[in-house]
């Protein structure tokens, strides 16, 4: 049973660029959440996507913006980077939050992320 | 005042030791409690949930305190295969933007 995928593992770009970064999420689960993780920080929402719809999305500009595909699959794209674009962007897959119990197990499963610098 | 607030650390531990940590959280309307850890440049991965009445796996033990805010991680019989950053996250309700992530405390374990 795969768990959450991520591609590229790691990349590199210069500023005003654009990336787009892929995840499949593990199978069963129909949510995916995307995650920024600077360096000595916590991850940071981005947005999560359900029925390939965004449906909730933190403190982030327009610039993040993203997808999801019918087989739940997920992209995140990032448009004219900046130098505090450089990160660890995690993908993380659920059930749809309303569907989730008290329980941790199924809360988030992430994957190894997507490094990205921006020179 | 931030949202969930941890002790950065490092944490430096000797091997067998126990150690513990906690967590301080805002939102008096929170729902759910969880411990996650992560390794150098890896993912986060979930340890424990953390109960109402506290619960403990194995050498793991999570208590919460709703009434002072706070989570608490002990870890017994420390080994070096424990060093890690741990997560602290707290769920306040709402969808995935009520999921908020510590910064995380360093812990390392010396042989």
């Known amino acids: 049973d795969a768990g959450v995928t991520q591609s590229p593992t790691h990349l590199i770009k210069t500023r005003g660029q654009q990336v787009t970064l892929r995840c499949s999420p593990k199978s069963g689960h129909d949510t995916v959440s995307w995650y920024q993780q600077a360096l000595g920080q916590g991850p940071q929402f981005i947005f999560q996507?359900?029925?390939?719809?965004?449906?909730q999305r933190g403190n982030f500009p327009d610039r993040f913006s993203g997808h999801q595909f019918p087989n739940y699959s997920s992209e995140l794209n990032v448009n004219a980077l900046l130098l505090g674009d450089s990160a660890l962007y995690l993908c993380?897959?659920?059930?749809?939050?309303?569907?989730?119990?008290?329980?941790?197990?199924?809360?988030?499963?992430f994957g190894a992320g997507s490094r990205l610098t921006v020179l | 005042r931030k949202e969930v607030e941890q002790d950065p650390g490092p944490f430096n531990v000797p091997e067998g030791a126990t150690v513990a940590f906690n967590c301080t959280y805002s939102n008096s309307a929170s729902q759910s409690f969880f411990w996650y850890r992560q390794d150098c440049r890896k993912e986060p991965k979930l340890l424990m949930s953390?109960?109402?009445s506290g619960n403990e796996d194995g050498r793991f033990t999570a208590q919460l305190n709703r009434a002072s805010q706070y989570i608490s991680l002990l870890i017994r019989d420390s080994k070096l295969s424990d060093s890690a950053t741990y997560l602290c996250v707290v769920y306040s309700g709402g969808g995935a933007d009520g999921l908020t992530f510590g910064k995380g405390t360093h812990l390392i374990i010396q042989p």
């Open positions: 996507y359900y029925e390939e719809e965004e449906r």
């Open positions: 993380a897959s659920s059930l749809v939050f309303r569907k989730i119990t008290n329980s941790g197990a199924n809360v988030l499963t």
């Open positions: 953390v109960y109402s």
